[in-house]
């Protein structure tokens, strides 16, 4: 079944005991700074509104401290917000009763965490399978499905290996075919990779890359590196101090920055790695000489040439004319 996409619209969380009541005081304008200092709440999000297409991977990024991981916390509902809206195929997750949220976060989303969050004690098979086992699917079954994204992850043979047992890129694929063995629709990756040496960490992208290719998910991968966000990133929101400066595509950010920040941000960006053919090319003016179609079915060329006939070797390569320039 195809993923729905996100949308995330108005959100705002202040993180206290009142955060409501500052609400209106924050879109009247009211700073981070002076909330902090004069009321003693923190403002982690201010009026978010993010598409996240159904099927592909946004990426969310920014330095630490801009909001990535709270966002990213709101769509299963993690955190909840102060206020705004989270919708997934037309349902606003933020106001889920709680049996609702529980099946919604069992059975539409799985989440890649960056510290790995596998349970020490089970193996690679049984923490694959704890997802399923929550949602009560019989252990024929779920061992099965785990297996089967196990070898899919590269770790065929492992399967009894204890997590202590496992490099850290490899107990990064346990998280991955955890998540992946939940069949969920959305797939929630914060900061999945930033813990993983480079090399690793390129490995990585292209497991999950030739994964989407198949799976279309709707993934959501938050990270502050900007390499990665541009070789993963269908679409790219950028955070800083709670709130989005700017989205948009890998191309659209790097060649057309919103403001000095990002420009500074993406200075050493390849451009070529993300700028599309058809974004640097221009038609060609139309000039004296200049080559134009034809409507004869004959090749024309504003230099004569002389035309030979060919007989055509069989009746398939039969055209109305044939032409052919001497090996002069």
């Not at 813990?195 to 994964?211: K, N, W, Y």
Request: overall charge positive.
């Amino acid at each position: 079944m195809a993923s729905h996409g996100i949308e995330v619209k108005n959100l705002y969380k202040i993180f206290g005991p009142r955060g409501r009541d500052y609400i209106d005081a924050v879109k009247g304008g009211l700073s981070k700074q002076e909330l902090n200092e004069k009321y003693g709440h923190v403002l982690g999000l201010q009026d978010i509104n993010v598409s996240m297409p159904g099927g592909g991977i946004t990426v969310v990024m920014g330095l630490s401290g801009s909001g990535k991981s709270t966002l990213i916390r709101h769509i299963n509902r993690l955190i909840d917000p102060t206020a705004g809206e989270v919708l997934y195929d037309g349902v606003d997750v933020c106001r889920m009763n709680e049996n609702d949220l529980r099946a919604f976060r069992r059975h539409k989303t799985a989440m890649v965490f960056q510290k790995f969050a596998l349970l020490p004690h089970r193996t690679v098979l049984d923490n694959a399978v704890y997802g399923l086992e929550i949602q009560g699917v019989d252990r024929n079954e779920s061992v099965k499905r785990a297996s089967q994204w196990i070898e899919r992850v590269g770790l065929r043979g492992f399967e009894r290996h204890y997590p202590n047992q496992l490099s850290g890129g490899m107990q990064q694929r346990v998280g991955l075919a955890r998540a992946l063995t939940n069949d969920a629709d959305i797939l929630l990756m914060d900061e999945a990779y930033s813990a993983l040496d480079p090399l690793i960490r390129v490995d990585m992208q292209t497991v999950l890359l030739e994964l989407q290719k198949e799976l279309k998910k709707t993934v959501v991968f938050i990270t502050h590196d900007l390499d990665e966000a541009l070789r993963l990133g269908d679409t790219i929101a950028i955070l800083r101090d709670g709130r989005v400066v700017q989205q948009g595509t890998g191309q659209q950010i790097a060649l057309t920055p919103a403001d000095e920040s990002i420009t500074a941000f993406v200075k050493e960006v390849n451009r070529g790695r993300v700028t599309q053919a058809k974004t640097a090319m221009k038609p060609l003016a139309s000039t004296p000489g200049s080559w134009h179609p034809s409507p004869s079915p004959c090749r024309r060329t504003d230099r004569p040439r002389r035309m030979l006939a060919m007989p055509p070797a069989s009746p398939a390569d039969a055209s109305p004319c044939r032409s052919s320039s001497p090996p002069w």
